[in-house]
Structure formats: C-alpha cells, structure tokens
C-alpha cells in the first residue's frame, strides 16, 4: 500500500486531494473482514439475547399475575365485609313482627284469634314449618376465608418465584456484555489496521479541503468588508443625524416647558391683579400639558384644581378665558414667540356690570391698559364690550367707538345685519 508524505513547508511535492481519495477508495474496496472472525461468541450473544426477552417475558406475565390476584383479594375482601353488614343485618330485622301484610300491605288478623304454635303470619303449624337451614352469610363467609387464603399462599409463592428470575435476568445480561466486550476487541484488533490507514488519508483529505474551504471565503472577505464598511459609514450618518434630531427636540422641550411655566406665571398674576373671585395667592396655576387647559389648584391641591368649565356663571368663564389670552400673549412678546400681534377681544364684562362689579371691572381695564403700555406695547388691541371705559391719556394711539341698533348716529359695524 503506497502512501503519501506530506509537509506543509514542501509545496512543490504537495498531493493533490485526488490522489488521497483514489487511496481511500483502494483502501474501502479492498476491505473484506474475516467471516469466522469470533462466530461462536456472536452466536452465544443471540442465544443470550433471545434467552433475556424470554425472561423478561415471564417476568412481565408473573407480575401481572401477581397484580391480578391482589386484585381479586381486595375484592373478596370486600365481599366478606358486604356480608357481615348482611348478617348485622339479619340481626336486627329477624325479629321483626309485621302489623300488615308484606305482600298486599293488608291488616293482619289479630294475635288472639291464631293458635301459639302457629305461625301468627302465614297461619302454617310449627309442625309443618321447614327447619332452621344454617345462615347462607356463614357460608360465604367460609368460602370467602377459604378463597382468600388460597389466594394469598398463590401470592407467595409468584412472589417468591419472582426473585430467581430476576437473578437470572441479570445473570444473562452480565454474560452478554462479556460477550459483546469479546466480538468488538475482536472486531477492533482486526480492523485497526485498515482503521489506521483509511483515517490517515481521510485527515489529510480533511485538512486540504478544510484549507480550500478557509481560502474561499478570505478572498470573498475584502468586497465583504468593503461593503460592511459602506453599511457602517451610512449609519454612522444616520446616527450623528438622530443625534442631532433628538438634542434639538431636546432644546424644544426644554423651551417648551419654559414658556409653560411663563404663561402659568403670568396667567396667576394676572387674575391676581384684577381680584378673581376665588383665586388666592395660596393657590397654583398649572397648565394640563395633556390637554393644555390652564387649571386652578386651591392651596396647591390638584384633588381641588377648576378650570374653564367649573367656573359657576357665564360671565366668570368669559373673564377667565380672557385673562388667559392676555397671558398667552404677554409671554409671546416677553419670549419673543411667533404670535401674532392682534388680540381682539370680546365682551368681557359679560353678565359683570360696573354696577355690579365695579372692583372686578374696574381692576380688569386698569390691568389691560397696563399691560398694553408695557409689554403688549407693540400689539393692536380690539375690545368689544357693553360698557366703555375708556384709557388713560398717555395710552395713544387709541379710538372708540358706540354702536346701537337702528341708530342711525351710531350704527352697528354691519348695518345691513338685523339679528339678534
């Protein structure tokens, strides 16, 4: 058998793998293993084998007589304690004397009228009447014991069976594993040989083909990494451009919880200034970032905040809607925020006359005209209300107006609209 010699270091005299597969195919057709090779121990393993299936055999049916006859035992058990209730039974009802017929449930004639040795039920003559036969109860009762110790010497005798034949299964079983422990260092010193060479080229077959494997995929790796590093280079991107998203959103938040926090000051201080009925200087103004409605905390207690609608009449919400939109644009000039700088405003002494209110009123339009000298200097203010009252003098430029239905020196803004 030719062989070959192979060292890493000697590329020129190299095998190819076509040459150790053409031996190893040498190799495989001309192996035959010897055919008398350890006959006698293969046929005393199939004698063995066949002789532990038969133990096992008897063993699974014995056990299973054995299970079988406890059953029964408990059931004879059962029956004999069935037939002591029985005779319990008998006991208490043999004597017994019937007042009606058992059959037809007819009165029975009266006891006088019948003779002492005749039966009071049927009226048969203790003469005639059939002697005393023994109690079937103690008859099964006898069977039953008698059934019940057969069946118990039966146990004894499977169980105690039982044990050699466990013995044997284990004898049998280390007898056959000695013999399979003969036919395989057979088998191996026989085949080491033919094991030593074939494993030889296959390992060396191996390694070649392993190596052509490994240069494969390395030339497959620079267009590999060329393109990772594309992936990694787009992505760096992306993340420097989330990056710079997520600190501007970052910066907006920040600024956003700032003119929040703004507004809510100046919204407070407002409502102080004109004497809100119901807003103390103890109480918070907190705008509900969820649904941006401003809300009053009494004492700070959010359990007690009212907004908007909790305001009690007409006129108290109309004024609190108002107070807020002066906030809101106080902090847009004061921040600089894109609002526009027109504020029109509505009726806001609706249902609160100065002859009624006159502090709310009067604390109202001094607060307006405040701030639309200081910080909404710049804005254009249109007010609409029922009741003129009129700016202070260094409040320039300003105008008013009176307008009335069917007044033909003062006409409404549209004159051609009749409605309410």
Avoid at 141 to 152: E, N, V
Avoid at 184 to 200: D, G, K, N, V
Wanted: glycine content about 4%.
């Amino acid at each position: 058998m030719s062989t070959f010699d192979w060292e890493p270091s000697q590329e020129t005299k190299r095998p190819k793998p076509d040459a150790y597969q053409q031996e190893l195919d040498r190799l495989k057709a001309g192996y035959q293993p010897e055919a008398r090779i350890a006959d006698e121990d293969r046929v005393r393993f199939r004698e063995l084998s066949a002789a532990i299936a038969r133990t096992e055999e008897a063993i699974t049916d014995l056990r299973s007589r054995i299970a079988e006859q406890e059953s029964l035992e408990s059931e004879l058990i059962s029956l004999k304690f069935k037939a002591t209730r029985t005779e319990a039974a008998h006991t208490v009802l043999d004597g017994v004397e019937f007042e009606i017929c058992p059959a037809c449930g007819s009165d029975l004639p009266e006891r006088g009228t019948t003779h002492f040795d005749h039966c009071y039920l049927c009226k048969t003559p203790s003469a005639l009447q059939p002697s005393a036969q023994p109690k079937a109860v103690d008859i099964v009762r006898q069977d039953l014991d008698a059934r019940i110790a057969d069946l118990k010497d039966s146990l004894t005798r499977h169980r105690r069976a039982l044990q050699p034949l466990r013995l044997k299964e284990e004898a049998l079983r280390a007898e056959r594993r000695e013999v399979d422990g003969r036919i395989s260092t057979a088998l191996r010193s026989y085949e080491s040989e033919f094991l030593a060479r074939s494993r030889a080229n296959e390992k060396r077959l191996s390694a070649i083909q392993g190596r052509a494997t490994l240069l494969e995929k390395i030339r497959e790796m620079p267009a590999e990494i060329a393109r990772v590093q594309e992936e990694a280079d787009a992505l760096s991107a992306r993340i420097d451009g989330l990056r710079r998203r997520i600190i501007e959103e970052e910066a907006k938040l920040i600024s956003a919880e700032r003119n929040y926090k703004s507004i809510e000051r100046n919204y407070k201080a407002i409502l102080r200034a004109i004497d809100f009925p119901g807003v103390a200087d103890s109480d918070e103004v907190v705008i509900n970032r969820r649904t941006l409605i401003p809300e009053i905390w009494q004492s700070g207690d959010e359990a007690r905040s009212w907004n908007f609608y909790d305001a009690g009449s007409g006129g108290k919400k109309t004024l609190l809607k108002i107070c807020f939109a002066l906030a809101l644009h106080q902090t847009a000039a004061e921040n600089d925020l894109p609002v526009p700088s027109l504020l029109m405003i509505d009726s806001p002494m609706k249902n609160i006359t100065p002859d009624v209110n006159p502090t709310i009123f009067r604390n109202f339009y001094v607060e307006l005209y405040r701030l639309m000298s200081t910080a909404l200097a710049d804005w254009q203010v249109i007010l609409i209300d029922q009741t003129y009252a009129a700016p202070p003098e260094t409040l320039k430029p300003s105008m008013a107006r009176l307008m009335k239905r069917a007044d033909p020196e003062n006409p409404p803004l549209i004159g051609y609209y009749q409605g309410a």
